[in-house]
């Protein structure tokens, strides 16, 4: 596990194919131009996006992000779940307030939040001590976060 990296999230708004693989190529090419493939993790709700990026560099990881039940990328979740590209995904990256989601896959989780969240930050504070805070981590298998809250949510973990 990486201490720090770039979480770089491939948004799904590409709806086709050609348009996904030219979004997921000058990603690639940008990593490569400035040797950050060892930094970066490559996270969507898209499988066809996290197979396309798997199939250009397969070192670099990639992560599912987890849509929350009932909200419009629901599907996408749905869909990936049941997807070849699970074999290679390293990280489950459920929301802060679904971090259990899809419990029975045993993939580590990375959370995230949505912009001007405070989610990860507020349930770790509800742990009052350190030990507490790192078990809960262990229990659910949370090996990091993309938070608006970077410093705070890193002096809770410490």
Same mark, same amino acid.
């Given at each position: @596990?990486?201490?720090?990296?770039? %979480?770089?999230?491939?948004?799904? %708004?590409?709806?086709?194919?050609?348009?996904?693989?030219?979004?997921?190529?000058?990603?690639?090419?940008?990593?490569?131009? %400035?040797?950050?493939?060892?930094?970066?993790?490559?996270?969507?709700?898209?499988?066809?996006?996290? *197979?396309?990026?798997? $199939?250009?560099?397969?070192?670099?990881?990639?992560?599912?992000?987890?849509?929350?039940?009932?909200?419009?990328? *629901? $599907?996408?979740?749905?869909?990936?779940?049941?997807?070849?590209?699970?074999?290679?995904?390293?990280?489950?990256?459920?929301?802060?307030?679904?971090?259990?989601? *899809?419990?029975?896959?045993?993939?580590?989780?990375?959370?995230?939040?949505?912009?001007?969240?405070?989610?990860?930050?507020?349930?770790?504070?509800?742990?009052?001590? *350190?030990?507490?805070?790192?078990?809960? @981590?262990?229990?659910?298998?949370?090996?990091?976060?993309?938070?608006?809250?970077?410093?705070?949510?890193?002096?809770?973990?410490?």
């Amino acid at each position: @596990c990486r201490p720090k990296g770039l %979480y770089l999230e491939l948004k799904p %708004y590409a709806q086709t194919t050609d348009a996904k693989r030219k979004l997921v190529t000058a990603v690639h090419a940008v990593l490569d131009t %400035y040797h950050l493939n060892h930094h970066a993790l490559l996270v969507s709700f898209d499988s066809d996006l996290l *197979a396309m990026s798997h $199939s250009l560099n397969s070192m670099i990881p990639i992560g599912l992000n987890l849509a929350q039940p009932n909200t419009p990328f *629901a $599907s996408f979740t749905d869909a990936a779940l049941n997807s070849p590209i699970m074999t290679h995904v390293a990280y489950l990256c459920p929301h802060g307030d679904s971090y259990d989601q *899809a419990s029975h896959w045993k993939h580590p989780r990375l959370l995230w939040e949505h912009a001007g969240e405070t989610v990860i930050v507020d349930r770790l504070k509800r742990l009052p001590a *350190a030990a507490q805070r790192h078990d809960w @981590c262990a229990t659910h298998r949370i090996r990091g976060v993309c938070t608006n809250t970077v410093i705070e949510a890193m002096e809770l973990l410490r």
